[in-house]
């Protein structure tokens, strides 16, 4: 897909909002019941786990990595 993020939001419920540069928006929710949800965003395609920018690896919780804040 490789389109350029112009906006990272994070909601009350810990859902990640992304805004594309051509406007499309994508939102990523932790809170679903059905459905087990863990996603990264990262500089490199690595182990999550290992390293990332920001994750979610369990519902409703956001890890940000403070080594890689701006």
């Known amino acids: 897909m490789r389109k350029e993020i112009v906006g990272l939001n994070l909601n009350d419920a810990c859902s990640l909002i992304i805004d594309f540069g051509d406007n499309g928006k994508l939102v990523l929710p932790t809170n679903t019941e059905t459905v087990d949800w863990q996603w990264c965003l ?3 395609d690595s182990d999550p786990y290992q390293d990332y920018i920001i994750a979610c690896f369990w519902e409703g919780e956001i890890e940000i990595n403070d080594e890689k804040k701006a």
Do not use: L
């Open 42 to 44: 990262s500089e490199a």
